[in-house]
């Protein structure tokens, strides 16, 4: 099945530097990535979408000049959180449009010191 | 807008017990409906979904039959098991060209031995 393989998984940064996290369609290509940010006990908060090639479209309240998407093949999308901050500690989960729905990447666990 | 309401958990279950999530929702047009499931550390997963009125889906035991009359798509189980403890998560998918997911806070499960 449609595999997106989500790197990495857990990270620990120091406030103020930039962490980026990558999700690769591993066997077939994503025209359409969603990301998600998932707080402890919440559900998922979509916070943009993007499609290869263009600019990604970003849910209201979600700095675009913070959480930086890159969809520049139909196999790679990456978000970066710059300047981080404790309170960008979270789930970070990304997703492709598939056939028969929606496949997730296993996540990354941001920790934000 | 559209919406998806997940009854509140936790919910705590002993082994063979008969399980209920309910899930109602308010769309527009004619939406499909999923269930995500998260183990404990991993990433979301499709567990089942419909993508027309009175369509069933199952799997693993699971059933959620997609209701147009009371808008809701009920997750069931017969017999829960240990290895079902997890949080599961109801939601809808848009019409329209980027068919974004909307998703219920998720209910968590705990089924002790």
């Known amino acids: 099945g449609a595999v997106v393989s989500q790197h990495p998984s857990r990270v620990i940064c120091k406030s103020g530097t930039s962490v980026k996290i990558e999700c690769r369609s591993l066997?077939?290509?994503?025209?359409?990535m969603f990301w998600y940010r998932q707080f402890p006990k919440q559900s998922l908060m979509l916070m943009a979408t993007?499609?290869?090639?263009?600019?990604?479209?970003?849910e209201q309240g979600v700095e675009k000049d913070k959480f930086l998407i890159n969809h520049a093949s139909l196999t790679l999308s990456t978000l970066t959180v710059t300047s981080a901050h404790p309170e960008d500690s979270s789930f970070y989960i990304c997703?492709?449009?598939?056939?028969?729905?929606?496949?997730f990447g296993s996540g990354t666990r941001l920790t934000v010191v | 807008g559209n919406s998806v309401t997940q009854m509140e958990g936790p919910v705590t279950l002993s082994e063979e017990a008969f399980l209920t999530i309910n899930c109602t929702y308010t769309?527009?047009?004619?939406?499909?409906l999923f269930w995500y499931v998260q183990y404990p550390g991993e990433g979301l997963q499709l567990l089942l979904k419909?993508?027309?009125a009175d369509d069933k889906g199952s799997n693993k035991g699971f059933e959620a039959t997609y209701r147009k009359e009371t808008t809701s798509f009920h997750l069931e189980k017969g017999s829960v098991q240990v290895s079902d403890s997890a949080v599961y998560f109801c939601?809808?998918?848009?019409?329209?060209?980027?068919?974004?997911?909307?998703w219920g806070l998720g209910t968590s499960l705990a089924v002790n031995p």
């Open positions: 939601a809808l998918s848009e019409t329209g060209n980027n068919r974004k997911l909307i």
């Open positions: 066997d077939f290509q994503a025209t359409t």
């Open positions: 769309a527009t047009g004619y939406p499909s």
């Open positions: 419909a993508t027309k």
């Open positions: 997703s492709a449009r598939v056939q028969y729905g929606y496949t």
């Open positions: 993007s499609n290869e090639g263009s600019k990604a479209t970003y």
